[in-house]
């Protein structure tokens, strides 16, 4: 089994930093892009954030400049340091990840439970 846990959501104020932190556990053989997406209320879950198992990463427009994504292969971790915070990016954040659990299986996608981050004007 596999599980993704987030962490370092909370209430902040316009202008403000978060760090999200995602743990990935369980049997991995190999993890391939690892990412952060987003569902405000009313919504569709969107990209925010997105890197590769070759440390390329890509970015939503509405984040370009504040946000960065980071991975720590050796603790199959990603972080989301998201910087002068705005009340649009209220939302719920969830962590995905493409994982191999095994050298002759197919990766498939996991997500997070989700974690809340509130950015009150």
């Known amino acids: 089994q596999v599980q993704l846990v987030e962490s370092g959501g909370g209430l902040v104020q316009a202008g403000e930093s978060l760090r999200l932190s995602c743990a990935a556990s369980g049997y991995i053989f190999s993890i391939n892009e690892m990412g952060w997406y987003r569902q405000a209320p009313g919504k569709q879950r969107e990209l925010v954030a997105i890197?590769?198992?070759?440390?390329?990463?890509n970015y939503a427009d509405s984040v370009k400049g504040r946000f960065t994504i980071s991975r720590d292969n050796a603790k199959n971790m990603v972080y989301l340091q998201m910087n002068s915070l705005k009340p649009e990016d209220t939302a719920v954040y969830y962590c995905?990840?493409?994982?191999?659990?095994?050298?002759?299986?197919?990766?498939?996608?996991?997500w997070g439970q989700g974690t809340q981050v509130t950015v009150s004007s």
């Open positions: 890197s590769t198992s070759g440390s390329s990463t």
């Open positions: 995905n990840a493409n994982i191999r659990r095994f050298s002759v299986s197919a990766a498939r996608g996991y």
